[in-house]
């Protein structure tokens, strides 16, 4: 059972930074492609960034050159740098293993003055 918790979210201005954190449990975490999703109120589920488990990195148009996602095998830890913060990124963020349909419970970004 893969269990994943994110943390780090909150109410930042737009042009900050946040850093958002997912510890991951399970065998399994360290296997394969993990990704951050975000759902914005009203709107559907849209993917931010993937990583293999070999550190490829793929970015949605909208965040790539301002977000960056890294992930550590050894600590069953996944990150997601967000610079340049708009306020279109608020979102709820969800960090997860997409072939597995697996995702944590969320962590709420506001981006706002």
């Known amino acids: 059972q893969v269990q994943l918790v994110e943390s780090g979210g909150g109410l930042v201005q737009p042009g900050g930074s946040l850093t958002l954190s997912c510890a991951g449990s399970g065998n399994l975490f360290t296997f394969y492609t993990l990704a951050w999703v975000r759902q914005a109120p009203g709107k559907q589920r849209e993917l931010v960034a993937s990583?293999?488990?070999?550190?490829?990195?793929n970015y949605a148009e909208a965040v790539r050159g301002r977000f960056t996602i890294s992930r550590d095998n050894a600590k069953n830890t996944l990150l997601l740098q967000m610079n340049s913060l708009k306020p279109e990124d608020t979102a709820v963020y969800y960090c997860?293993?997409?072939?597995?349909?697996?995702w944590g419970q969320g962590t709420q970004v506001t981006v706002s003055s």
């Open positions: 997860g293993v997409p072939i597995l349909s697996t």
């Open positions: 990583i293999s488990n070999t550190h490829n990195a």
